[in-house]
Structures are given as structure tokens and as C-alpha cells.
């Protein structure tokens, strides 16, 4: 099976990804919610007359809100670079940072 076009594109292949992981999220999310019935919520869902309208209405919710939380933080940690001898996050530095220091100590 061939790679669509749009795939083949780095930035738009981590885009979906992270919306995938996002999606799993949100769908994990509204079925805990619906398996733990916290305030009865699981109960007033299914006592509508549509209930498929609520249950998208909250599954689109979550999945816009995680969905976009995970590519948003996919597209803020491109711009870091490991550096192999400091530890933890304060080892990490923006590529322009590190660019600014070469040129002026060169």
C-alpha cells in the first residue's frame, strides 16, 4: 500500500501522529468517564432521547483539547537540542540559542 503524499511531509507526519496520541487520549478519557459514571453522568447521557449527540458532542470536546495539546507540544520541543553532557531539562537549550553563542564566541 503506497504512503499518501501529504505522509511523506515531516511536519505533517508529526502533526498526525500527536493527533493520533491526542485522539486515544480523548477516547480513553470519555470511556473512563462513561466506566466510572462520575455524577451519574453515564446515566444522564443514555436517559436522553439522542444520546449519540452528547457522547460526540464530549468526544469532540475531548479530542479537539488533547488532540491539539499534543501537537502543540510536538511543535514547541522541535526547536530543543540535547546536550549529551548536562542532565535533565535545564540541559536543553532553542537551536537560536545556541546559534547566538557560537557566533559570538567566534
Do not use: Y
Request: some cysteine.
Amino acid at each position: 500500500m503506497p504512503i499518501p503524499a501529504l505522509l511523506r511531509i515531516p511536519l505533517f507526519r508529526l502533526l498526525a501522529i500527536n493527533l493520533a496520541i491526542g485522539a486515544c487520549a480523548a477516547a480513553l478519557l470519555v470511556g473512563g468517564l462513561l466506566w466510572l459514571n462520575p455524577g451519574h453522568l453515564r446515566e444522564l447521557i443514555f436517559a436522553d432521547r439522542a444520546p449519540g449527540v452528547a457522547l460526540l458532542l464530549l468526544l469532540a470536546s475531548f479530542l479537539i483539547t488533547f488532540g491539539s495539546a499534543a501537537m502543540g507540544s510536538a511543535i514547541m520541543a522541535q526547536g530543543r537540542k540535547e546536550d549529551a553532557d548536562k542532565s535533565g531539562g535545564h540541559g536543553s537549550r532553542l537551536a537560536v540559542q545556541e546559534l547566538m553563542q557560537r557566533t559570538h564566541t567566534h
